[in-house]
């Protein structure tokens, strides 16, 4: 999951971008009007249902992607056909961004998916016009490289508990990038098999640990998709390795 650090840039009334209502939490919400109309006009919408791949692992990276509304999962298979997932995209994440000139992995809809599309050409040039842009990319770019060295540490070291702690406790922060906003109710587009392959458990870890949450009244599950922080920092102290397995 991305994250940016800068702050949103004022828009007049009227501009195209001023109601957008991924802008609090997108990567292009501290560029000016006149580069926002650019980029808007660099990109075509796309839709997904769910299930479906927005591309695949080794397929050939020629679009760059802002995901609008929905959700993603991200994934990559070993040569045994297991497979790991290595993140969540939610509204506001841009993805698409590769070294070279295949992509590493797969992303594939949990949801019904909106997405703005960038010809990866066209963009490239685009931030050659506009080194405020690439500067966000660098942020990405930077995030991204923290959140895998957390996802290194959460797999290496965290016990069960700690890593569904540590899972729960990220999902609430990701929706708290909106200013203002407080996630007391974490929804769940994933499954919990989903989970597992994310956190590298067993689906039947998974659920056993979410019933241990539940039963320590950290959390509560409101239904299937939904859970509700009882003791956020009874959560973050687990998550912290404070708690007890």
């Known amino acids: 999951m991305i994250t940016t650090i800068s702050t949103m840039a004022p828009l007049p009334a009227g501009h195209p971008c001023a109601e957008c209502h991924i802008r609090p939490v997108a990567f292009c919400r501290s560029l000016g009007p006149d580069t926002l ?28 992607f802002m995901l609008a ?3 993603l999962k991200l994934y990559g298979l070993l040569g045994d056909g297991r497979r790991q997932i290595t993140g969540f995209m939610y509204p506001g994440d841009f993805l698409g961004i590769a070294l070279d000139d295949q992509h590493a992995f797969t992303a594939e809809a949990l949801v019904a998916c909106e997405l703005w599309s960038f010809s990866r050409e066209a963009f490239s040039a685009f931030c050659t016009r506009h080194g405020e842009v690439e500067r966000e990319l660098y942020y990405l770019a930077a995030h991204e490289l923290a959140a895998a060295q957390q ?4 797999l290496g070291r965290k016990n069960a508990a700690e890593r569904l702690a540590s899972f729960f406790v990220a999902l609430a922060k990701r929706f708290e990038r909106d200013p203002g906003q407080k996630a007391e109710h974490v929804h769940l587009p994933m499954s919990r098999l989903d989970i597992a392959d994310y956190l590298g458990l067993t689906k039947e870890t998974v ?8 039963d ?3 959390i509560r599950l409101v239904n299937q998709d939904t859970i509700e922080l009882l003791d956020r920092e009874g959560l973050e102290d687990m998550a912290a390795g404070f708690g007890d397995e």
Do not use: H, N
């Open 151 to 154: 996802q290194m540490l959460l």
């Open 37 to 64: 109309i650019d980029m808007q006009a660099l990109g075509k919408p796309i839709k997904l249902v769910p299930g479906q791949a927005l591309f695949f692992e080794g397929d050939r990276v020629e679009r760059l």
């Open 207 to 214: 659920s056993r640990m979410i019933a241990q949450l539940r």
């Open 216 to 218: 320590r009244k950290l």
């Open 69 to 71: 509304r929905g959700a």
